[in-house]
């Protein structure tokens, strides 16, 4: 039987997809919220405002408790909005172009690629490039995402069954580590050091041209995948309705992997391998909508990966603090949850 809800006739209510949009936009401002007061040094909201009025009509305030909020962790919590959505949106797209709900940066190994290319640059270019700049990182990621996925969807020319080809995305995975690693080796200790650091996936260090950086790419990127929604729903029904509702399905097929591939980029880039949050995201978008329109489901995504990550990075630095957990462990603990039950619940409906 046929998943319904991943059928892209299930258009939705209008209705409801402005409702689930309000609903977000208060959770997002609820974790934002929270992510400004709780901390080390707790900040009440009252003088969260005050400080914020100051700021505003240029009365520069130089306390301790004003150079923690706006230059830790107001561009700290942006940068988990802006790059948990953009990264959610990277995954639908995924999910789009190989028709699977299962397919992810993650799981097809675009991450691993991206990290396998972003420690190549790290470990063995940075002697002739000088200082690493986060656009520098941000090109090695894309070119490693973009390498990967020219791989998968080499394979898929090959492979017909998606399961198979979600098992070569794993195993390509495997051996992107395998050269990061063997990099390693030969890299200095503080190179190592550095590496490790960004592989774990943290928002911590954020700063405010990382911020404009993640939003220059992240949200003209999902603006793009907006206005390509209506061949996306055309394109879900399969390449012969598409081609006969005159979508340019070749020239379509690059703009879907562009757009992933430099979406899944700039997360990597500025924050490192982030796991199950291109997969899980979407699914609970289309749950929470009851609907797989494009033009629904993307600006959702968005919203919902905002939310889902600036939750969870706010557990990653508050719940064993003052140890900070690695982004990556926490979404996972979330997310890969909701992957077993999307596969258990497909497996019960063939």
Request: charged share 10%; aromatic share 8%.
């Amino acid at each position: 039987m046929k998943d319904k809800q991943e059928s892209p006739l299930r258009l939705g209510n209008p209705r409801r997809f402005w409702g689930v949009s309000g609903l977000l936009l208060g959770l997002l401002a609820l974790v934002l919220l929270l992510n400004v007061n709780i901390g080390s040094v707790s900040i009440s909201p009252g003088e969260v405002l005050s400080m914020l009025r100051q700021g505003l009509g240029g009365n520069v305030d130089f306390s301790t408790q004003s150079q923690i909020l706006f230059r830790i962790r107001v561009p700290r919590m942006l940068l988990a909005a802006v790059l948990g959505g953009g990264l959610s949106v990277s995954g639908y797209l995924l999910q789009v172009f190989f028709r699977n709900p299962i397919a992810g940066p993650f799981v097809l190994g675009i991450s691993s690629g991206a990290k396998m290319v972003v420690g190549i640059t790290l470990i063995f270019l940075a002697p002739y490039l000088g200082s690493i700049r986060p656009a520098t990182l941000i090109l090695a990621a894309f070119a490693g995402s973009l390498l990967i996925t020219s791989l998968v969807l080499l394979f898929s020319q090959k492979v017909r069954n998606m399961s198979m080809l979600l098992v070569i995305g794993i195993m390509v995975g495997y051996i992107c580590g395998a050269v990061t690693d063997f990099c390693v080796t030969f890299a200095d200790d503080h190179d190592v050091v550095n590496l490790t650091n960004w592989s774990m996936g943290t928002f911590s260090g954020a700063s405010w041209a990382d911020l404009r950086l993640a939003a220059a790419l992240c949200l003209p990127g999902t603006l793009g995948a907006l206005a390509l929604s209506k061949p996306i729903c055309a394109y879900a029904l399969g390449e012969g309705y598409a081609k006969s509702m005159g979508v340019r399905v070749k020239p379509f097929r690059v703009a879907l992997i562009l757009l992933s591939s430099l979406l899944s980029a700039c997360v990597t880039a500025l924050a490192g391998p982030i796991s199950f949050v291109g997969i899980a995201v979407p699914h609970i978008t289309r749950s929470l909508l009851k609907s797989s329109r494009p033009a629904y489901v993307i600006p959702a995504s968005f919203l919902c990966g905002a939310v889902f990550c600036g939750f969870c990075d706010l557990l990653a630095r508050t719940v064993f603090a003052p140890t900070e957990l690695a982004i990556g462990t926490v979404t996972s603990i979330f997310g890969a949850p909701v992957v077993i039950y999307m596969m258990v619940r497909k497996k019960q409906e063939v």
